[in-house]
């Protein structure tokens, strides 16, 4: 299903989206209930963010670097 649903043309793939944003169940069993993200965690610098997504509960890490002294 993964690998099917990016080449399925744009307006079935509305349709299913707005589907799943009206049924909150729907939204439950595909999305979740907790989503990660993560910023800064390669490199050279550190990251922030502001999580905005469609769970209940969202979390975002960021990476730790060193800082002069």
């Known amino acids: 299903m993964k690998k099917v649903f990016p080449s399925l043309p744009k307006f079935i793939r509305k349709i299913v989206f ?37 769970t209940n509960l969202m979390f975002t890490l960021g990476g730790i670097i060193k800082k002069l002294s």
């Open 18 to 54: 707005w589907k799943f944003g009206r049924d909150p169940l729907y939204l439950k069993d595909f999305a979740g209930t907790v989503s990660l993200t993560s910023v800064g965690m390669f490199g050279d610098i550190g990251g922030w963010g502001i999580p905005i997504g469609v």
